[in-house]
């Protein structure tokens, strides 16, 4: 049977509920002119506004052929420099990958080796789940409509596909995790409450009503088509009417629902998420955000991007909306300048009454015959110069969006060295508190991406991860393997994207002060970042903090770790490891009060490990001694082997003497 054409039961929306939406309907209807109207000048359609009333109106653009429209001698064109400024950030803000770093819960060997392949795993959904173009679409909108959600989900309909052993004829997909975006105009809260603390939030979409019909556990019955896709009525098409508004109803876990509550709703019924229970009362679909273990997590399952914060307020704002008004005055001296030249380049002909014989016209080459009356003769009218304020409303219209943008555009009239850095500085903090808030996002994104793998991955999958020595497969994990280790952490300076003047400037520093080898700062330069010249700095500082992590655990962590072939204890320092930023990082730890609260055998294996990174370096110390030693012995040893000549003469510098002949 094809799902969605029994006529099921019909189970209506508790009361509650109802009262709910139409509370967040109401609220997330005051600003969506507004939203709109941003995306529309982002987009390019920038002869939009708002009425009195807050609704959306357009100015006519064209002369219509019934005279209506635009007059004929005015121009409407726009230069679009909004689209620009966001996909500036856009690219900045999403450039590079973010710098995911899963801390253990403990440091059992197992535990550290399950976060490490959920770092992996981390990595490579970054790719393949998506997270990258979801990324960018929330940062459009939260910069353009001022708010942007994701939704990470695991979609049964991604192949393979198999038949479905619980239905026969049936076939399922394997199954992987996507990611649902969706703008302030779509989502709806508590209103007068932080969207973090809502206990409910619901989302408002149109769907195809055949594609709705077949979502699982569907209750069944017909669906009417009540959605449409336009922004206003003229708009409207054939296809439109084809859409159901499907709500979204996520309720979080509380008191009387420990689970939460999710349920689908379309039609004013609800249509996936409410069974009749054996004693008559409804059993609802559990919230959807679960850990690795299937226990709900009492948090927003969208994550929400805002570009800046608006602390009176429940809706956050974007940055577009403060460019209208310059977009509005950029496009219309420029249109003016248009104006002029088609009316004043294009000059009329002065002329007495009839002096002009025939009339004139605008081909190249033609005779126009005249005859003068009184001494006068046809004549050109006299052409102005087009007005520099015109021109110079443009260039203020411009400076002025990217003074508010913060795009770090210095002024053409700016030239003193301090007032350039000032106005690099200020794009780049502010640059820098978007970034922070972004960071977060990836937090809690691909924390919840993880929870799904850790839940759906239940059959052997096959990973590419980018690593530090090339691709790297992860082959034949499940979700299991990482044992719950999702605690996943994102540092705002992972996001950071420098220029390649900045980096090859860093480069050279560092090679200046020999921290890098000539290779790998040439490397760098070329490939115009300089990530890689601190992965192995951040691999050794990792080093030390297991370690001290493993030595606060107490003797029976550390000593039961298998020693080296040597014999010596598989957590002492080690000839390959990087001594001097270890002893840096460890020596740090041992002068904090927490190394101080330490159990004595604690502080006697720290003191342990502490000198045998004395130890190693007085080794390596000893045998460059020897190198170097040696070097000058056969250096000397050459030098006395060669022929003994007297030195040049004084007075005849350059002159050769004293110099071996050259051999024959």
Known sequence: MVKGEDQGPQVPVPGDIQRRIMRGKERQRRGASLRNLCLRFWRGSQYWYLDENQILQVLPTTTTASGGGKPRHRVRQTRNLIAPIVEEKVSRSTKRVPGYDIAPTSFDPARVAAASLAKKVALAGYDQWGVRRATKKIVTLAIVAGEGFAWPFYDTSVGPFA????????????????????????????????????????????????????????????????AQAAELPSEKNRQARQLVLVTEYLERPSPRFPLGRWLTIANSKVIVGATPGPDGAVIYRPYPLTDCDGNPVDEPVLHRLSYTVDPDNDEDLGLVQHLLDAQRSYNDANNKSLEWKNRVLNPRILAPVGSMKTRPDDQPGGIDYYTPVGGQVPQWQPVPQVPDSLFQIMAQAKQDMQQIAATGDVPDDLNAGPAVEAVIERSHEIGQQFLGDLAKVHETIMRHCLYLAGRFYDTPRLMQVRGLIGWEPIQAFKGSDMMGECDVRVLPGSLVTLTREEVRSTVMGYAQLGWVEPEQAMAAIESGTAEQLIETYDLQRSRVWRVVQMLKQGPDAFMNMPP??????????????????QKSEFSNWLITDDFESQPPPVQEAANLYYHGILM???????????IQMEQAQGLGMANAGRPQLPPPTPSLPGSGAGTPPPAK
């Open 163 to 226: 038949p479905d052993p619980d239905q026969d004829g049936n076939w399922v997909g394997r199954g992987d995790i996507r990611i649902r975006t969706y703008s302030r105009n779509q989502v709806l809260w508590e209103p007068g409450v932080e969207f973090d603390d809502s206990p409910w939030i619901a989302t408002q979409e149109g769907r195809p009503v055949d594609e709705v019909k077949q979502l699982d556990d569907y209750i069944g019955g017909e669906l009417t088509a009540d």
């Open 564 to 581: 080296r072939p040597d014999g010596t204890p598989g957590w002492m320092p080690r000839e390959f490891d990087n001594l001097r930023v």
């Open 616 to 626: 190693l370096e007085a080794q390596q110390a000893a045998q460059q001694a020897q």
